[in-house]
């Protein structure tokens, strides 16, 4: 969290839109048409990060579709000044045209007690301005600390966030990380399904990241025992029902240094990661950086024919007598450099 201030207190948007830029160009480059944003917003950075996003946005229309996010990365209460500063910035930014999700980090929050006013504060904001949520949360692995999910979980069905996909006002509700719910059992994780009925929940991994932060081993344990510390995401779909996805996160910052903007890549990391290697496990991992994701985020996707909207990638086989890539396996486990996208019915890069 300081090598991150640090670097953010050194941002500026002529930086900020050349970063950007090449990140949204390389996603596209890889395959992504849609993808969702996340902004941060806090009194060291400013504005700085969502103005440029907001510009990102107009600037690649016609090319991919870019949800933003406006994040709170920082405490929104246990602040110097009570948090004052930083809740008017987070509702000044999500009353702008443009903005479509807003989310939090309750687990930043340095009392307890106070992870339930962020997720308060955050869940009413996106309510008053029909955004999407999206909370990073239970980001450990600690026995002795209870679930912050099913809090909030009970918090939404209270409040009676809006859940018919009709509905003028349904939103998406996203859970990222949450690598605490990887010591439930199965007791544990049945109940979790039956609370997250009725709600549009979706809970995303983030394993790039997870790998790096989670599972350290103690100082004098010898270092073998390093737990993956990241949602079993196949087996959350297959076995217990959920929707569920996996996001690349962050791109080469002091919590992800690693990895690339390619969610076959993630995909295709993700075999070894969840030990998924059967056709079906194959299948889901596909699933989970396409249509899954876009369900998470609240984006409806359509079958592949003729009169669907026309966003596809396309990816080259490769040479014929030498890895052909003839099924969604070949695929996933080697995936292409080759592709071409498709956005709109338009190709967008090749």
């Known amino acids: 969290m300081q090598l991150t201030t640090a670097a953010k207190s050194r941002f ?45 946005k107009d600037e690649f229309e016609d090319r991919c579709f870019v949800q933003i996010c406006v994040f709170a990365q920082d405490p929104i209460f246990t602040c110097p000044d009570g948090g004052e500063a930083m809740r008017a910035l987070l509702e000044e930014a999500a009353m702008r045209p443009g903005v479509d999700a807003i989310g939090s980090t309750p687990y930043v929050e340095t009392i307890r007690d106070y992870h339930q006013l962020n997720f308060f504060f955050t869940t009413n904001l996106a309510k008053k301005y029909k955004l999407h949520l999206d909370f990073h949360i239970d980001y450990n692995l600690d026995p002795k600390q209870r679930s912050v999910v099913l809090e909030v979980i009970q918090y939404l069905h209270a409040r009676g966030w809006p859940s018919s996909p009709n509905s003028p006002d349904y939103r998406t509700i996203v859970f990222g990380h949450c690598t605490r719910l990887t010591l439930f059992d199965t007791n544990e994780w049945l109940d979790l399904r039956e609370k997250v009925r009725g709600l549009p ?3 995303v991994g983030l394993p790039t990241s997870d790998l790096f932060m989670m599972g350290r081993p103690n100082e004098g344990s010898g270092g073998g025992e390093r737990p993956r510390g990241t949602l079993q995401v196949p087996q959350m779909i297959e076995k217990y029902g959920f929707n569920a996805a996996i996001g690349i996160n962050n791109v ?44 998470a985020i609240g984006v409806r996707s359509f079958p592949l024919e003729e009169g669907s909207p026309g966003d596809f990638v396309v990816f080259h086989t490769g040479n014929e007598s030498f890895r052909s890539r003839k099924s969604v396996q070949e695929l996933l486990y080697d995936p292409p450099h080759d592709r071409t996208t498709i956005f709109n ?3 967008v890069s090749q």
């Open 252 to 295: 080469g910052n002091a919590f992800t240094p690693q990895g690339s903007c390619d969610p076959l890549r993630l995909a295709s990391f993700g075999v070894g990661i969840y030990q998924a290697g059967t056709k079906k496990d194959a299948e889901v991992l596909l699933e989970c950086v396409s249509s899954r994701a876009k369900t």
């Open 345 to 347: 019915g338009r190709v």
């Open 201 to 203: 929940i979706s809970f």
């Open 12 to 56: 500026e948007m002529d930086d900020l839109l050349e970063r950007g830029r090449a990140l949204i160009e390389e996603s596209i480059g890889f395959g992504v048409t849609h993808m969702r944003a996340f902004v941060e917003v806090d009194p060291g950075v400013g504005m700085k990060c969502l103005e440029a996003g907001l510009l990102l």
